[in-house]
């Protein structure tokens, strides 16, 4: 029995005795429950028993756990096992690594290994740059965590943030065809988790750093940056920073608005509120305020996290003090990257005409999009149920397809300014309304779009070290 749930899928294997048990009264039990059954399959079968697994669908998780006691409850049915379709989607883990060319014999075998790959070696050897050309440094990516800001889930440690390690690297070849490692290392020093990127490097050519906590991330993203001779990016900052922007870019035009002119209060000052607030205000925005905890940030205050002291002297022009509540007055733009719930309809009432609110907050957004549908100009959220959903997936694989086709040193600014350009120019102007400000993460115009813009601005800035033949 295959029971799915608003994106998760449960299999029970059943077993029937035909003489104590009519199938339809097992129906009946699913139905009553709220689940509706889409398929059957027979697995085994004799002359009083069978064993079956029964696709059913339902909404809520209270409905799959009543679903499943009534069942065990029955008479002449034995619950054989329960698999979630997820959980078998990963068994052995969801990525592999296969050869370019099948050894088929012993001439094969000499040219891939030894002796011939000594001269291989060897040109390395004399000309590091040739690393590029003949080893998986040309197309591959570390995809690094510490564990430490696994998703919603926390600190849960190097083992379980193998998963989402894995997807990315999935992510990466399926849109960019970059071929991407996991590697979750046992620390969370911020001198080891350093030394031990640097010490992998040779075998990359760019390092995506993932679920690190703030405010050990900027850190680490520092001092690999200027270590490094490779592009370093931490998606949970820039990633989202860039498809942010794309998405205002495009809120910004259905509402009238000029990025300069808009007042801007971003809620949520780690990583990702950092990183989206730099971008904004290399874009443009004049009247940028961060909010957290202790309320608006100002400059004229001593914050415990340093990170914060540095935001303030660069935000909040006007030295605005306060909460959200009071800081909310008349702003064009909201920002959400904190918890859900923080954003009242009250507050959207008093920001200016045609609002644009972004409620990234994950799983529970800083407010319902439903309860200020009828007065905001436009709402984005970081989900996927409701529509413009700010999704990174629309940025990493396109701006390291590019950072590779032209060996980019770094990903810097420019770039990231530029692959939001592309995002939302995907979107034509006749398509573009309060509901579409974003394209779809599987429009394959995204990573094309990124790879040219970005490329065009690794080579104006001097960070490209290979022009591809299309740029010449």
Known sequence: MTITMGGKSIILRLELQTEQIHFGQLITV???????????????????????????????????????????????????????????LHLGGKIEMKPKSPIQNRDDLSRVYTPDVARVCM???????????????????????????????GNIGPYAAMPVME???????????????????STQSTDKIVETIKHLAPAFGGINLEDISSPRCFEIEERLRN???????????????????????????VVGKRIEDAKV???GIGAAGIACSNILLAAGVKELIGVDREGALVSTADYANPMWNGYAQRTNPNKREGSLH????GADVFIGLSAGGVLKRADVERMAEQPIVFVMANPTP??????????????????????????????????????????AAVIN??????????????????????LYIIPSVFNQEVVRRIREVVIRAAIQTGVARRIPREFR
């Open 265 to 267: 209060v971003v809620c």
């Open 123 to 153: 040109a390395i050897h004399e000309n590091p740059d040739n690393a590029y050309k003949l080893t998986i440094k040309r197309n591959t990516v570390a995809v690094v965590s510490d564990g430490s800001a696994v998703l919603g889930l």
């Open 167 to 185: 997807g990315k690297a999935m992510l990466f070849k399926q849109f960019a065809d970059v071929d991407a490692i996991p590697i979750c290392l």
């Open 30 to 88: 699913i139905t009553e429950s709220g689940g509706d059954v889409v398929a059957i399959d027979v697995i085994q079968t004799g002359a009083n028993w069978t064993v079956r697994d029964i696709t059913v669908t339902a909404m809520e998780q209270a409905q799959l756990d009543k679903i499943t006691a009534r069942i065990k409850d029955l008479a002449g049915v034995r619950l054989v096992h329960v698999s979630d379709r997820t959980f078998l």
């Open 413 to 434: 600014e420019e770039m990231k300014l530029a692959a939001s350009t592309a995002i939302a120019s995907v979107i034509l102007p006749q398509e573009l309304n309060k």
């Open 227 to 253: 270590e490094l001779d490779i592009p370093v990016f931490h998606d949970d900052q820039h990633g989202t920073a860039v498809v942010l922007y794309a998405g205002l870019i495009n809120a910004l035009k």
């Open 326 to 329: 009071d800081i909310i007055d």
């Open 366 to 407: 800083e407010i319902h999009p439903d309860e200020i549908e009828d007065i905001a100009g436009v709402i984005a959220t970081g989900r996927s149920d409701f529509p413009n959903q700010i999704n990174n997936v629309l940025c990493f694989p396109g701006i390291f397809r590019a950072a590779l086709d032209c060996q």
